[in-house]
């Protein structure tokens, strides 16, 4: 790979290769309950970071705004969605849906209609488990399987009717309130600014992105972690080593690397060694 980083034998400048990824969208290894998934690739707590959508001309007739509608339900902080519309072919480098524009997402405090205006990803006025789901797993920076079994155990407190999801009245008047307590909650948590040296404790480096403390980095939580260790690659790159050298990290195919297998010998954590200077 030598000191200009990693080596194009890699990966190729059109992004992510269809023969890792698939036209017909995300791995599912990316998407399971196992972990954050993998969209929400900006390095620090996304709430604080602008995250942002992709958007595509709505014709007027659907989307949350009378124009726009989101192209996939992904969601990236802002820089990283900058750097993505910035290449020469504007699409969601894990889904492969092609975009136009990029839309913030409001701010939940301050303007909680337009929030949940933009996680209503189908524009129907309501708000699914599914839809949910998407957005907070990745939003807030907590363990993913216990959000989901939050949102599963109070959801009937949310949706007052009992028809399967959430209007804007009951969005405001029971689901917001919750949210609203975790924003502030999350804001007094620890930004990334003191990650353990991959190098020197990498035992360390591994644990502190292991979110979900199972013991394993899956797809998500390694694009993650090597786009902040790496910082000039994007995630997209990142994203499409990992496609390409998966099964010689994850060798016994669980979708997850363990402990074991990143110190092992040509396991990960060597390679980054080797590699980089």
């Known amino acids: ?79 990283c969605a900058n750097q993505i519309a910035a ?18 997402v409001p701010d939940i405090q301050a303007d909680p209609r337009g929030w949940f205006n933009c996680v209503d990803f189908d524009g129907d ?21 216990a959000l989901t079994r939050h949102i599963e155990r109070n959801w009937r407190q949310w949706d007052a009717d009992g028809n399967g999801l959430v209007n804007v009245k009951e969005f405001e008047a029971r689901m917001l309130p919750f949210l609203r307590d975790t924003v502030r909650s999350l804001s007094r948590l620890m930004e990334y600014d003191n990650i353990p040296c991959w190098r020197d404790v990498p035992r360390d480096w591994f644990d502190f992105w292991d979110y979900d403390k199972n013991g394993s980095l899956n797809r998500s939580e390694l694009v993650r972690a090597l786009s902040k260790t790496l910082p000039r690659h994007s995630p997209e790159e990142v994203a499409n080593i990992l496609g390409a050298l998966w099964c010689i990290f994850d060798p016994d195919g669980d979708g997850g690397i363990d402990t074991g297998e990143f110190l092992k010998e040509n396991g990960l954590h060597e390679m980054l060694v080797a590699n980089l200077r």
């Open 1 to 79: 790979m030598g000191s200009s980083g990693i080596n194009a034998e890699y990966m190729g400048s059109s992004g992510i290769n269809a023969e890792y990824m698939g036209s017909s969208g995300i791995n599912a290894e990316y998407m399971g309950s196992s972990g954050i998934n993998a969209e929400y690739m900006g390095m620090n707590h996304l709430f604080k970071k602008e995250p942002t959508v992709f958007t595509k001309s709505a014709g007027g007739i659907m989307g949350w705004m009378r124009s726009t509608a989101r192209t996939c339900r992904h969601i990236f902080c802002s820089a």
């Open 87 to 104: 290449s020469t072919s504007k699409v969601c480098p894990l889904c492969r849906c092609g975009f136009e524009g990029l839309l913030p």
């Open 125 to 145: 006025g309501n708000l699914s488990q599914k839809e949910v789901m998407d957005a907070l797993k990745g939003y807030f920076p907590v363990d993913p399987n």
